[in-house]
């Protein structure tokens, strides 16, 4: 954080500085990013991969500097805690890959090749291997290259009977977005039960879709045959690992090209610390009271609707979406016009203030706010900061 400058009121300035240098003798953890140039940010947008995923529990750092001090073979590691972690949550199978992305690229690659491991050493490549992908078209998401990295080539439909037309021996998997559940015409029962009466392997992105701990085994349970998770988001886990599940045959066909395995994951290498990290972070977030967080964030929400209750003209909602991040947020909405001022020019004002706030915009007037990745009195400094910027606008 910057000593000077910003539009942070004095007494909230004072209270960052001071959450800072309690931390460890006046020396603070964000100088190993500040002495580089780098700014810390106060997080309103969620457990997003661009601000750095989730913050792990201090369990989940120490397993990790555990697991640092130690050499140990890591395919019997791969397996092993794939193992422990398919028991924790009654899947037949379990892998740590580096990422949800990662997940889906050797998720292509599994069934693209089937679990014999000659066609998996000819990716990538599609010649004499099936590798066309169904996807519907509003499950489009920019995470398409992880499949067209193995040669797959995608087929997009729209219906039931538009499956039905391009399924064919060429396709290798059936991939669903969980959170557009909602925006499909064909939900996610109805694609796992198409996937099936074709014997073609589903897949279904989730990976930002716990809370509840429930959706860890629901889609497994329910059909898919693979299903993952971002191990960085919700579950609190490193970044840079994620969850694959299901099947075992296609889970063992999976790590076979990860590193160190020499397929086409090679370059997606999961070391140690962050294979036994997410093991721990599991482990610690079934263990959780999920409802006791709820509630926290909750306190959150109200706390920064009382702060900014008395602003004219401005509506305050609590919202929890319905699926991926499904956790308390606070939508602050006002009339662009009315206000002289716009939901982006509060959005940079929030950014470029002291200490920088990231929070989403929804179109004009509608900012969107996650207090999930807040910590400490970072609700309070939002609101206020957020209050000034409302207030001075008129
Ligand atoms: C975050 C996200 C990903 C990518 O996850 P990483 O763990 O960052 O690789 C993929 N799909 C969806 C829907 C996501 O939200």
């Not at 090209?257 to 036994?276: D, L």
Request: glycine content about 10%; aromatic content about 4%; proline content about 5%.
């Amino acid at each position: 954080m910057r000593a000077t400058g910003g539009s942070a009121p004095r007494a909230v300035r004072a209270k960052a500085a001071s959450r800072k240098s309690s931390e460890s003798g006046g020396k603070s953890s964000a100088d190993v990013y500040s002495r580089i140039g780098v700014r810390p940010v106060i997080n309103g947008v969620g457990t997003v991969t661009v601000l750095g995923g989730s913050i792990m529990p201090p369990e989940v750092v120490q397993a990790m500097s555990d697991a640092s001090r130690h050499f140990v073979p890591m395919p019997e590691l791969q397996r092993k805690v794939g193992a422990r972690i398919s028991e924790l949550l009654k899947v037949p199978a379990a892998m740590v890959t580096c990422g949800a992305a990662s997940s889906i690229a050797v998720a292509t690659a599994a069934c693209m090749a089937g679990a014999s491991p000659k066609p998996l050493a000819q990716l990538p490549g599609v010649e004499r291997i099936r590798h066309e992908v169904i996807q519907q078209k509003s499950h489009r998401s920019g995470y398409e290259h992880q499949m067209r990295i193995q040669g797959a080539k995608i087929v997009w439909v729209e219906t039931a009977a538009e499956v039905e037309r391009v399924i064919s021996p060429k396709t290798a998997m059936m991939f669903f977005l969980n959170k557009q559940d909602g925006a499909g015409r064909i939900h996610w029962q109805e694609w796992v039960a198409l996937a099936k009466k074709h014997g073609v392997p589903s897949f279904n992105d989730a990976a930002a879709d716990v809370p509840p701990p429930e959706n860890l085994w629901k889609y497994v349970h329910g059909g898919f045959d693979l299903v993952t998770f971002s191990g960085g988001k919700g579950l609190l886990g490193p970044q840079a690992s994620g969850l694959l599940l299901g099947r075992r045959d296609l889970s063992e066909a999976a790590r076979e090209c990860i590193s160190p395995a020499e397929g086409v994951g090679r370059g997606m290498k999961v070391g140690k610390e962050e294979t036994i990290g997410l093991l721990a972070a599991l482990e610690l977030y079934l263990k959780k009271d999920h409802d006791a967080e709820f509630r926290e964030l909750d306190k959150r929400v109200s706390e920064m609707t009382t702060a900014l209750a008395k602003i004219d003209g401005v509506k305050l909602t609590r919202e929890v979406p319905a699926i991926a991040n499904a956790v308390p947020h606070l939508r602050v909405e006002w009339d662009e016009a009315k206000r002289h001022l716009t939901s982006q020019r509060a959005l940079d004002r929030l950014r470029d203030g002291d200490p920088s706030i990231y929070v989403q915009r929804h179109g004009a007037g509608n900012l969107f706010i996650s207090v999930w990745t807040m910590r400490g009195p970072e609700n309070k400094i939002v609101a206020q900061r957020l209050g000034e910027i409302l207030r001075n606008a008129g």
